[in-house]
């Protein structure tokens, strides 16, 4: 059985990955099993300062899913560099570190930055609903989007992912403006924008009123939204949004993702993306392929 | 902290939405008396896990004393003897034990739960006072009977002493009683008096903080408090916090 596969030049053991700000740095779920067993692990998202987040309640269950607004809390991509970086390198597995700014020279400074550490590839976090400047305000319109992935990419020395929003008109041509600004892969769908409402305290649930929406709930959404950027784009997509399971990671694959990521699963459970890694080839066997690359954008449509 | 699969023993309600729910182990690591656990919700739309404060435990056992709330909690409230469940523990910090002679523990409501290995494991050392709205709402009375000098407290004096914890606490010091530290859990204006009362009279303090909580493990960032200024994760940095450090 192969199950490794090719993203941009970097070899994955396997096609899963942990979501960027569900698995922290690793360190927590290298507790409970060998992360290093895993294809990739995308970090917390990191901007050039230290961050503390959104106060208030952050975070709401809402039926097969959740709603968040952290707020991007992070010890900064230097104290990154310093005291995780070293860690993850040694868990054997790829990783992806996710940035994020507040302008477009945060985001080319944080990418030059990470550029000349031993990341092995870099996360653009364009796309992030809980923050008040940057984040997904980069990540909704298409120019926007093809302007701050140029910016990055000049400064980059590692390949590229731009993730991206759900929370637009028309994602494919937010595919096709990161393709054009030079990314070397897309990773969708961030969270949805969303709500939660106490009616006995007439108040939103969360602290900041709005977070951003994952789990199970959104897996539809996310399948249509990875369909329609392979059919756009031809550089590699990476699928995410609710998977919990090897047979909701192939359905992405199928859909057209070389790689999927698992985000909202690792919260609910924090053996779900071992679990994932360990039932891959089951599913394989009863999908009747051997090799995981044949099922990739293999959706039979009509 | 590792995740393990119990099987329930028993489930039912002691006071009104007040539940134990007993379960068996093949083997548990010790656990400290305020560490808590993230209980798997029976239920496919619930993805999150429940954190419940361990109220008893030893090698093979566990106790979880829940109040029902939510849709989660009624899932919970549906198990069965002989289902099993997904469990991780034991998760979080605990009050620091072992580390001050005579401790004064005091509990408010729900928050008495942790308070119990707490207690016990102070060896009978301790002075508990456990506060409840009336005498309905009291939880656990004889257990803490038996694991410490218990003055139980109600608000509207319905039964023992009549008033808050902090003020059973108070009248003690009065009559010459002086705890080396304080150990409580409850709801938020408890625990900002017994932080205010600590720093009048010198005492350190440790509050177990509730938020609402994601992973549990320390990895989701979504169930921070501020402690000294910084966000800090009630699953991982605490839930047990010097009083010096919250509510500033």
Redesign the interface.
């Given at each position: 059985m192969k199950t490794s596969v090719n993203l941009c030049g970097i070899e994955f053991k396997n096609p899963i990955i942990t979501a960027s700000g569900t698995f922290g740095f690793g360190r927590e779920y290298n507790e409970f099993y060998d992360v290093g067993k895993l294809g990739g692990i995308s970090t917390k998202g990191l901007t050039l300062l230290p961050r503390e987040g959104n106060d208030g309640t952050r975070i709401a269950e809402t039926p097969s899913g959740i709603l968040n607004c952290v707020g991007l809390q992070n010890p900064g991509v230097e104290v990154f560099i310093e005291r995780e970086l070293p860690f993850m390198k040694g868990l054997g597995t790829v990783i992806i570190a996710n940035a994020a700014g507040s302008s477009l020279s945060d985001y080319e400074r944080i990418c030059e930055r990470l550029g000349q550490t031993d990341v092995d590839m870099i996360e653009l976090n364009i796309s992030c609903p809980n923050v008040k400047c940057g984040g997904m305000s980069y990540g909704v319109l298409p120019k926007s989007v093809e302007e701050v992935t140029a910016a990055a990419k000049k400064h980059c020395a590692k390949p590229l992912i731009v993730k991206l929003t759900p929370n637009v008109a028309d994602i494919a041509d937010n595919a096709r403006a990161a393709e054009q600004g030079g990314a070397d892969a897309v990773s969708l769908i961030n969270t949805i924008t969303g709500m939660a409402v106490d009616i006995y305290r007439r108040k939103p649930v969360l602290g900041n009123i709005t977070g951003g929406l994952s789990g199970p709930c959104v897996k539809p959404i996310a399948l249509r939204m990875v369909r329609q950027v392979y059919k756009a784009v031809k550089i590699p997509v990476i699928g995410l949004g609710g998977i919990t399971s090897a047979r909701d990671a192939l359905e992405f694959m199928l859909c057209g993702a070389t790689a999927v990521q698992i985000g909202t699963a690792n919260i609910s459970d924090p053996m779900a993306a071992e679990k994932v890694v360990n039932d891959l080839t089951k599913e394989m066997e009863k999908c009747r392929i051997t090799d995981i690359n044949a099922i990739i954008g293999a959706l039979e449509e009509g | 902290?590792?995740?393990y699969i119990g099987e329930v023993i028993n489930n039912r309600e002691i006071a009104k939405d007040a539940y134990l729910l007993e379960m068996s182990f093949d083997k548990l690591p010790p656990i400290k008396g305020g560490q808590f656990a993230m209980l798997?919700v029976p239920r496919?739309?619930?993805?999150?896990?429940r954190p419940l404060g361990v109220c008893m435990a030893d090698e093979t056992y566990a106790a979880f004393l829940y109040q029902l709330k939510g849709k989660?909690t009624h899932a919970l409230t549906t198990l069965e003897k002989g289902d099993e469940l997904?469990v991780?523990m034991p998760l979080g910090n605990g009050f620091p034990i072992g580390k001050y002679e005579n401790v004064a523990i005091i509990g408010g409501g729900f928050g008495v739960v942790p308070l119990y290995l707490t207690a016990a494991e102070c060896g009978g050392n301790a002075r508990i006072y456990n506060g409840f709205a009336t005498k309905k709402q009291i939880l656990l009375g004889k257990e803490f009977d038996g694991v410490g000098k218990l003055t139980v407290c109600t608000d509207d004096g319905s039964a023992g002493f009549c008033g808050f914890p902090t003020a059973a606490l108070e009248k003690d010091m009065a009559d010459g009683y002086k705890p080396d530290a304080i150990f409580c859990c409850g709801p938020e204006p408890l625990m900002k008096a017994v932080k205010r009362m600590g720093e009048a009279k010198n005492i350190p303090t440790y509050l177990s903080l509730e938020?609402?909580?994601?992973?549990g493990?320390?990895?989701?960032?979504?169930?921070?408090c501020?402690a000294d200024g910084?966000?800090k994760r009630v699953c991982?940095d605490g839930p047990v916090f010097s009083g010096k450090e919250v509510y500033q």
């Open positions: - | 902290m590792k995740d798997e496919d739309d619930c993805i999150l896990c989660g997904r991780v938020a609402r909580m994601g992973c493990v320390g990895a989701c960032l979504t169930c921070t501020k910084h966000n991982k």
